[in-house]
């Protein structure tokens, strides 16, 4: 326990624990010490020490005075700009902010704040993750926020990967860099297929037919706005005249009501493509505005429309351990 | 097609500023390449610039391929050859411009920007004057800018102007410490291309009519000197240089120096102890004030008493003399020395062969005939001028009776051909007369254009003695200096009159000199001199390299605390609440991570309310001068106190 302690000022060992992702991820803010940022040469920094060694023989070969000056100085040039890339990269603040959801095979934007203390701007941090990579500055006592965009595959809870934090400011000579791993995960829903709506069940609700397929709905009328409405149905034009909102009502709209239900889709279909067809189901009825309820073998969601009920049904999708 | 394959277009301003270090860098090889590089380099440059401003396309690969091989095949058709300095130099602007027009992404900035420094050391072959010196940092500076400008496109030019600004800088310290610290090697390290050494001026080791005129016309300094005392009168400052006693009735000739031979000199007189700093002249000789009684020790004596050193001198060289002003030189009087001192070309000039069989006959010894043919050349009305009439096959001839005008190789020629033909031993002896003090630093300046050439005989009591025609001819000559003696042709800085210009002139030339002898003139002698008088005992590249190595660790950590300077207060707020929650933590209340410090301590109270107070009173500092205005030393200080006294 105490040999731990001690191995936790260790840069190495950090670095190992790191490199083995043995670290998990860490809540609330990280604040970038100096013992977890690592640096090294870039190649153009390497070849610029071959190109001073060269300039140093040659100044020795026609005892150039001036070439030892010029050498030398960019010599000492090389050596604070590590200081500097350092420093570029060290005391920052990383956070994590928010991760929106996303539909398996899009990208997840996760959103990674950076705080500045400190009187100095920080120049062209570099953000990869993956393949995903995101690039900003940071003004001296600011905050910055910066997305990443990171390929999802599996429905679910994706939590953020290890990141590594990169700058090459200011030659390019040298790389600084650190990982972080805020703890930030983004729901993943299941990929919707290409179906379309199913018939309503005349048996299971009261209600009348309604347009399957790809006609549009009548369009019956104007009644006074209430709060369960969806945006997309407000008549923002006739709204602005009458000072009061006005919600646009569709002859479908008023007599059909949706019930998904997983028990009554074909039985040869597996778990990931009944999901994939509900999830395709429940955005349509709440693009038509429709009222819909979501029944699956151990939950049911009932019925309801506007975008935290499709949310609340599209995380269940999401979640769903069969 | 070529933008797609290497992503986005380089951002403009820093591919400008690349662009404008290479113009600095490159503009001072103009003057010592051949044209058809400017030319060509001038091309390429304006090829890249029409391509940015218009976005165009870059040239592709094989079109480049083929002007790299026009430029090596160029090369090669100026210089016959492509090793050596010049074509070296050639064919790196050359690559430079090219790469340039192949610049396209942030590898390629980089290859132009290390090409530019290259080119930038590659001036420093021709000259290391003050100016190249500003010249190179502004190209340095431009270099840089432009590669903080890649690494961060977004910013203005300011900006990164200033970065760079502050990197060279910053650097600068560790750049003093290398230079004067870093244990110097004399170079060079291996064979330089024949080419290395072309192009200085100075005497040379024949002499006809028109040399010396020649090298009078040009101001470029020969050598400095710093006199101990007082500097001895002008009319005995004469440096001694290549003695020449091979005639062919036009060219004068040195013989073969011989260093083996006894030598003795018999010096009289309070001795005159000085340090000269010589100009690079790729010859061997070294220049002292006759006559040198202490040599430095990597110097010897010819049998001719001149000094010179083992190796062509290449690079400025400073060393110290003794010379001593009244001596007798009795070396160099063998028979088979004094038969060459009498050889002259049978048919030329005789009139002067006859007026010389006059002298020998009328008068009883040598020493007369001397004194004769001096006061000849005192009585005829001789003109001095840096433009004489030219001479034809009798030259001495032409110049004694008829033309009269002449310059101190005339003079010298005449007499030595003169006293030849009486039979009084005699050669020719060049070197440099007088010198100007520099009243800003007390150095005294010898330049090109005080180069002289006297006589001297060889008479049986007092050996070989210098008599100097041009003295007797035209007095004022030694006396006051060759700007005197011939106003019109001597070069504009030196003529008096324009006062102002002579004293920015000699200003200019004190700074130079400190240049010189302190830039420049760095040497691995002046190093471990420098050293012992800073004391260190007994420098060695070993102690140098550990006091370079402290010493540059110490500077490196004075920057590193500069540059990551004013983070301490809110590091010791941090240190001291994970202090206390390491504390709490051994009591087993450890902090979940997303738990807040006011959180935190309300958890704790509840488990340990005896300290409710105290561990209060501590999350909410802690919170204050975490989370609110910036932090004062003193609640620092107290935040602390509290953790350190706390007991759980």
Redesign the interface.
């Given at each position: 326990m105490k040999f731990d302690r001690v191995l936790q000022y260790s840069q190495a060992y950090n670095f190992y624990q790191w490199v083995s992702r043995r670290r998990g991820p860490?809540?609330?803010v990280v604040?970038l010490t100096q013992r977890r940022v690592y640096i090294l040469p870039t190649r153009?920094g390497l070849?610029?020490g071959v190109?001073l060694i060269?300039?140093l023989?040659?100044?020795?070969?026609?005892?150039?005075?001036?070439?030892?000056?010029?050498?030398?100085?960019?010599?000492?040039?090389g050596?604070?700009?590590i200081?500097?890339t350092f420093?570029n990269l060290?005391?920052l603040y990383v956070s994590g902010g928010r991760a929106s959801p996303a539909f398996a095979g899009d990208p997840a934007h996760f959103q990674i704040v950076f705080e500045n203390?400190?009187?100095f701007p920080r120049?062209?941090l570099e953000l990869a993750c993956g393949r995903a990579t995101a690039r900003c500055?940071v003004p001296a006592q600011r905050h910055s926020t910066v997305e990443l965009a990171l390929k999802t595959e599996k429905r679910g809870w994706l939590p953020l990967p290890r990141v590594t934090l990169d700058t090459?400011?200011?030659?390019?000579l040298v790389r600084a860099w650190s990982y972080v791993q805020p703890?930030l995960s983004a729901l993943v829903y299941p990929r919707p297929d290409a179906a379309l709506l199913p018939a309503p069940e005349s048996d299971s609700d009261a209600g009348d037919a309604v347009s399957t397929g790809t006609g549009t709905d009548d369009f019956a009328g104007l009644r006074s706005y209430s709060t369960s409405d969806s945006p997309r149905h407000v008549a923002w034009k006739a709204s602005a005249r009458s000072e009061t909102l006005l919600t646009k009502v569709f002859a479908a709209r008023a007599s059909s009501e949706l019930w998904f239900d997983w028990a009554r889709l074909p039985a040869a279909m597996g778990v990931e493509a009944r999901l994939s067809r509900l999830t395709r189901w429940v955005l349509l009825a709440e693009e038509r505005g429709l009222r819909y309820g979501l029944k699956l073998p151990d939950k049911s969601v009932p019925l309801g429309e506007g975008f935290p009920h499709r949310e609340r049904c599209l995380r269940e999708l999401a979640l769903y351990h069969g | 097609m070529a933008e797609t394959r290497s992503g986005p277009a380089l951002p403009f301003a820093p591919l400008a500023t690349l662009v404008a270090a290479c113009v600095l860098a490159v503009a001072p090889h103009a003057q010592w390449l051949a044209a058809w590089v400017s030319l060509g380099a001038a091309a390429l440059l304006a090829w890249r610039v029409v391509v940015t401003v218009r976005r165009g396309i870059l040239p592709p690969r094989w079109t480049l391929v083929l002007l790299t091989l026009g430029t090596v095949a160029g090369v090669f058709l100026s210089y016959r050859t492509i090793m050596g300095r010049d074509p070296g130099v050639t064919l790196l602007v050359m690559l430079l411009f090219l790469k340039l027009l192949e610049t396209r992404a942030?590898?390629d900035v980089?290859v132009v920007a290390?090409l530019v420094?290259?080119v930038?050391?590659a001036n420093?072959?021709y000259t290391?004057s003050i100016p190249?010196?500003a010249l190179?940092l502004l190209t340095?500076t431009a270099a840089?800018t432009a590669?903080?400008g890649?690494?961060?496109?977004?910013?203005r030019l300011a900006d990164d102007l200033s970065?760079?600004g502050r990197?060279?800088v910053?650097?600068?310290?560790?750049?003093l410490l290398?230079?004067f610290l870093?244990p110097r090697?004399?170079?060079?390290?291996?064979g330089?291309p024949q080419d290395?050494y072309t192009g200085v001026a100075g005497l040379s080791d024949t002499m006809s009519p028109g040399t010396i005129s020649a090298l009078s016309l040009s101001d470029a300094i020969a050598f400095r000197v710093k006199f101990e005392g007082a500097p001895p009168p002008r009319g005995q400052l004469y440096w001694r240089g290549p003695v020449l006693t091979d005639f062919d009735g036009r060219t004068w000739r040195v013989s073969l120096p011989q260093l083996r031979r006894a030598m003795s000199i018999e010096a009289f007189g309070t001795p005159i102890d000085y340090e000269v700093t010589l100009e690079p002249h790729n010859r061997n000789w070294m220049f002292a004030l006759e006559m040198p009684t202490r040599l430095p020790p990597n110097a010897r004596l010819t049998s001719e008493y001149l000094p010179i050193s083992l190796s062509p001198i290449?690079?400025r060289i400073r060393y110290e003399v003794r010379s001593t002003p009244q001596f007798v030189m009795r070396s160099g009087a063998e028979p088979g020395d004094l038969s060459a001192a009498l050889r002259i070309p049978g048919v030329v000039n005789p009139r002067a062969r006859t007026l010389a069989a006059e002298w020998r006959a009328s008068l009883s010894d040598d020493v007369a005939i001397v004194r004769r043919a001096i006061d000849f050349f005192r009585g005829s009305r001789f003109e001095y001028t840096l433009e004489p009439p030219l001479l034809g096959r009798d030259s001495v001839d032409e110049f004694l009776f008829d033309t009269k005008q002449g310059f101190c190789e005339h003079f010298a020629s005449s007499f030595v051909f003169l006293m030849r033909a009486a039979g009084v031993p005699a050669r020719v002896v060049t070197g440099y007369q007088g010198g100007d003090t520099n009243p800003v630093d007390g150095y005294m300046v010898v330049r090109q254009a005080d180069a002289h050439a006297w006589a001297e005989v060889w008479l049986a009591d007092s050996g070989w003695t210098r008599v100097d025609p041009t003295a007797a001819a035209i007095p004022v000559r030694v006396e006051l200096g060759i700007t005197a003696a011939a106003p019109a042709g001597a070069p504009l800085l030196m003529r008096s009159g324009l006062d102002w210009l002579k004293r920015a002139r000699n200003e200019w030339d004190a700074l130079t000199n400190q240049w010189n002898q302190w830039?420049?003139?760095?040497?691995p002698e002046r190093q471990l001199e420098m050293l012992s008088r800073l004391g260190m005992k007994q420098p060695s590249w070993e102690t140098m390299t550990m006091t370079l190595f402290w010493s540059v660790g110490g500077v490196?950590l004075l920057?590193?605390l500069w540059?990551?300077r004013?983070?301490r207060p809110?590091d010791a707020v941090?240190r001291a609440w994970l202090r206390f929650c390491n504390k709490l933590e051994r009591m087993g209340l450890k902090r979940s991570?997303?738990e807040g410090p006011l959180d935190y301590a309300r958890r704790v109270s509840a488990r340990l309310p005896a300290r409710e107070a105290m561990v209060h009173a501590i999350a909410a500092l802690y919170v204050e001068l975490r989370y609110g205005p910036a932090a004062d030393a003193a609640s620092i200080a107290r935040l602390k106190q509290l953790v350190r006294d706390f007991r759980p």
């Amino acid at each position: 326990m105490k040999f731990d302690r001690v191995l936790q000022y260790s840069q190495a060992y950090n670095f190992y624990q790191w490199v083995s992702r043995r670290r998990g991820p860490e809540p609330g803010v990280v604040y970038l010490t100096q013992r977890r940022v690592y640096i090294l040469p870039t190649r153009p920094g390497l070849i610029f020490g071959v190109a001073l060694i060269l300039m140093l023989i040659g100044s020795i070969n026609y005892n150039l005075s001036l070439g030892y000056v010029l050498t030398f100085l960019l010599a000492g040039v090389g050596v604070v700009s590590i200081l500097h890339t350092f420093r570029n990269l060290v005391h920052l603040y990383v956070s994590g902010g928010r991760a929106s959801p996303a539909f398996a095979g899009d990208p997840a934007h996760f959103q990674i704040v950076f705080e500045n203390r400190r009187d100095f701007p920080r120049h062209s941090l570099e953000l990869a993750c993956g393949r995903a990579t995101a690039r900003c500055d940071v003004p001296a006592q600011r905050h910055s926020t910066v997305e990443l965009a990171l390929k999802t595959e599996k429905r679910g809870w994706l939590p953020l990967p290890r990141v590594t934090l990169d700058t090459r400011f200011p030659l390019g000579l040298v790389r600084a860099w650190s990982y972080v791993q805020p703890e930030l995960s983004a729901l993943v829903y299941p990929r919707p297929d290409a179906a379309l709506l199913p018939a309503p069940e005349s048996d299971s609700d009261a209600g009348d037919a309604v347009s399957t397929g790809t006609g549009t709905d009548d369009f019956a009328g104007l009644r006074s706005y209430s709060t369960s409405d969806s945006p997309r149905h407000v008549a923002w034009k006739a709204s602005a005249r009458s000072e009061t909102l006005l919600t646009k009502v569709f002859a479908a709209r008023a007599s059909s009501e949706l019930w998904f239900d997983w028990a009554r889709l074909p039985a040869a279909m597996g778990v990931e493509a009944r999901l994939s067809r509900l999830t395709r189901w429940v955005l349509l009825a709440e693009e038509r505005g429709l009222r819909y309820g979501l029944k699956l073998p151990d939950k049911s969601v009932p019925l309801g429309e506007g975008f935290p009920h499709r949310e609340r049904c599209l995380r269940e999708l999401a979640l769903y351990h069969g | 097609m070529a933008e797609t394959r290497s992503g986005p277009a380089l951002p403009f301003a820093p591919l400008a500023t690349l662009v404008a270090a290479c113009v600095l860098a490159v503009a001072p090889h103009a003057q010592w390449l051949a044209a058809w590089v400017s030319l060509g380099a001038a091309a390429l440059l304006a090829w890249r610039v029409v391509v940015t401003v218009r976005r165009g396309i870059l040239p592709p690969r094989w079109t480049l391929v083929l002007l790299t091989l026009g430029t090596v095949a160029g090369v090669f058709l100026s210089y016959r050859t492509i090793m050596g300095r010049d074509p070296g130099v050639t064919l790196l602007v050359m690559l430079l411009f090219l790469k340039l027009l192949e610049t396209r992404a942030a590898r390629d900035v980089f290859v132009v920007a290390f090409l530019v420094y290259f080119v930038a050391l590659a001036n420093f072959f021709y000259t290391q004057s003050i100016p190249m010196a500003a010249l190179t940092l502004l190209t340095v500076t431009a270099a840089t800018t432009a590669l903080v400008g890649f690494s961060a496109p977004q910013r203005r030019l300011a900006d990164d102007l200033s970065t760079a600004g502050r990197l060279l800088v910053q650097a600068s310290p560790m750049m003093l410490l290398l230079f004067f610290l870093f244990p110097r090697v004399q170079g060079p390290l291996w064979g330089l291309p024949q080419d290395a050494y072309t192009g200085v001026a100075g005497l040379s080791d024949t002499m006809s009519p028109g040399t010396i005129s020649a090298l009078s016309l040009s101001d470029a300094i020969a050598f400095r000197v710093k006199f101990e005392g007082a500097p001895p009168p002008r009319g005995q400052l004469y440096w001694r240089g290549p003695v020449l006693t091979d005639f062919d009735g036009r060219t004068w000739r040195v013989s073969l120096p011989q260093l083996r031979r006894a030598m003795s000199i018999e010096a009289f007189g309070t001795p005159i102890d000085y340090e000269v700093t010589l100009e690079p002249h790729n010859r061997n000789w070294m220049f002292a004030l006759e006559m040198p009684t202490r040599l430095p020790p990597n110097a010897r004596l010819t049998s001719e008493y001149l000094p010179i050193s083992l190796s062509p001198i290449r690079s400025r060289i400073r060393y110290e003399v003794r010379s001593t002003p009244q001596f007798v030189m009795r070396s160099g009087a063998e028979p088979g020395d004094l038969s060459a001192a009498l050889r002259i070309p049978g048919v030329v000039n005789p009139r002067a062969r006859t007026l010389a069989a006059e002298w020998r006959a009328s008068l009883s010894d040598d020493v007369a005939i001397v004194r004769r043919a001096i006061d000849f050349f005192r009585g005829s009305r001789f003109e001095y001028t840096l433009e004489p009439p030219l001479l034809g096959r009798d030259s001495v001839d032409e110049f004694l009776f008829d033309t009269k005008q002449g310059f101190c190789e005339h003079f010298a020629s005449s007499f030595v051909f003169l006293m030849r033909a009486a039979g009084v031993p005699a050669r020719v002896v060049t070197g440099y007369q007088g010198g100007d003090t520099n009243p800003v630093d007390g150095y005294m300046v010898v330049r090109q254009a005080d180069a002289h050439a006297w006589a001297e005989v060889w008479l049986a009591d007092s050996g070989w003695t210098r008599v100097d025609p041009t003295a007797a001819a035209i007095p004022v000559r030694v006396e006051l200096g060759i700007t005197a003696a011939a106003p019109a042709g001597a070069p504009l800085l030196m003529r008096s009159g324009l006062d102002w210009l002579k004293r920015a002139r000699n200003e200019w030339d004190a700074l130079t000199n400190q240049w010189n002898q302190w830039v420049l003139g760095y040497n691995p002698e002046r190093q471990l001199e420098m050293l012992s008088r800073l004391g260190m005992k007994q420098p060695s590249w070993e102690t140098m390299t550990m006091t370079l190595f402290w010493s540059v660790g110490g500077v490196l950590l004075l920057v590193a605390l500069w540059l990551l300077r004013g983070v301490r207060p809110e590091d010791a707020v941090l240190r001291a609440w994970l202090r206390f929650c390491n504390k709490l933590e051994r009591m087993g209340l450890k902090r979940s991570a997303s738990e807040g410090p006011l959180d935190y301590a309300r958890r704790v109270s509840a488990r340990l309310p005896a300290r409710e107070a105290m561990v209060h009173a501590i999350a909410a500092l802690y919170v204050e001068l975490r989370y609110g205005p910036a932090a004062d030393a003193a609640s620092i200080a107290r935040l602390k106190q509290l953790v350190r006294d706390f007991r759980p």
